[in-house]
């Protein structure tokens, strides 16, 4: 038994220099950890800066490889791929979704080329290809589940032949994980992975990837319907359940930190890995406050990605993976 009174127990004692705080030191975060979400768009020419994620960029495909690069280079595992489709090439069905050369697929062979050992993981949703913005299909303003989770079997198809090892779907339908399952089992995909975006929230947080890939301006209305009431937990274990009896790998919490409480209880609850997405807006709220001088870049930075460690998370999506690893690995 520990003598937890005082004097006889000093806490701070273990805090006293730096060798015994990295000593007793919980929770730690590695490069490994990281997935680097990366926004493409159409052209060639420098990337074109995100107005509200300072440090964030579209490349074109012609500036993929090199933007990748220092993913390669820090050995980071993985790269979410984000498509910012031209306006012309979107209507209300998706149909582009599942073109074999649209942006995500030729993106997708790009990098498998240059850098086979990175993870690629491929957003199936198809709110970048609809005009109306929305994750699935729209019929008197509602988006549709059943016909939707047919055409996102496809999109997850189409990824998975060009090359995506991990299938993201982040709609929100119902069913729709067991339903790629097999559709990418049908078409001979048994080890393409599947990380569901299994407690993904109706969130504010999402402001800045909407511009990042064009489709917050087209957006009618909000996404209420498919997404999650931010004042629900124990919906977010049922989720998960469900997705995890479908056939899901992996899942995720989505965004991060305002939902540390749920990449918790999910933790302790299922045996399987977990992940956060540190979503557009939290990047864009740490580095607002960076760029006024009222917090440290870096110290920030590592400090909401170790909470996410300490939360119970195998990995973190954070627009912050390359700086990180420069430190990690610095
Ligand atoms: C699309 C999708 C969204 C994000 C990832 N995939 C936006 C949304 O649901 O509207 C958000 C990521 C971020 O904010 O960084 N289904």
């Known amino acids: 038994m520990i003598n937890r009174s005082f004097p006889n127990t000093r806490l701070r004692r273990n805090r006293y220099d730096d060798a015994t ?3 007793v030191a919980e929770h730690k975060l590695s490069t490994d950890d990281l997935i680097w979400p990366i926004f493409i768009r159409e052209g060639g020419g420098a990337a074109t800066p995100v107005a509200s994620m300072p440090g964030v960029s579209r490349t074109g495909l012609d500036g993929l490889a090199k933007h990748a690069e220092a993913a390669a280079r820090l050995k980071i595992p993985a790269i979410a791929l984000f498509p910012a489709t031209p306006a012309g090439l979107k209507n209300p069905t998706a149909t582009e979704a599942l073109n074999a050369n649209n942006l995500m697929c030729q993106a997708a062979r790009i990098l498998k080329a240059e850098f086979p050992e990175i993870a690629l993981v491929g957003d199936v949703a198809l709110d970048p290809y609809t005009d109306h913005g929305h994750d699935g299909i729209l019929e008197d303003g509602y988006v549709v589940n059943d016909e939707s989770v047919k055409i996102l079997v496809r999109q997850a198809v189409n990824q998975a032949a060009a090359g995506i090892d991990i299938i993201a779907p982040s709609d929100m339908m119902d069913g729709r994980i067991g339903a790629i399952r097999a559709g990418l089992d049908e078409a001979g995909f048994i080890n393409t992975r599947i990380m569901s975006y299994a407690a993904k929230y109706a969130s504010a947080f999402y402001g800045p990837f909407r511009d990042a890939i064009g489709s917050g301006g087209a957006l009618k209305g909000d996404k209420k319907t498919y997404q999650m009431n931010p004042a629900n937990a124990e919906e977010a274990l049922h989720e998960v359940a469900m997705d995890l009896a479908e056939g899901a790998d992996m899942v995720m919490v989505k965004p991060g930190m305002p939902y540390l409480d749920i990449i918790l209880r999910v ?7 977990v992940f956060a997405y540190q979503v557009s807006g939290e990047y864009a709220m740490i580095m607002a406050a960076v760029q006024n001088g009222w917090m440290d870049h870096d110290r920030a930075m590592m400090e909401s ?9 195998s ?3 954070t627009y912050f993976a390359v700086e990180a690893a420069k430190l990690l690995e610095g």
Do not use: D, Y
């Open 21 to 23: 705080r990295r000593l």
């Open 267 to 273: 933790k302790q609850r299922f045996e399987v890995p």
């Open 305 to 313: 990605l170790l909470g996410f460690k300490r939360a119970g998370c």
């Open 315 to 317: 990995g973190v999506l």
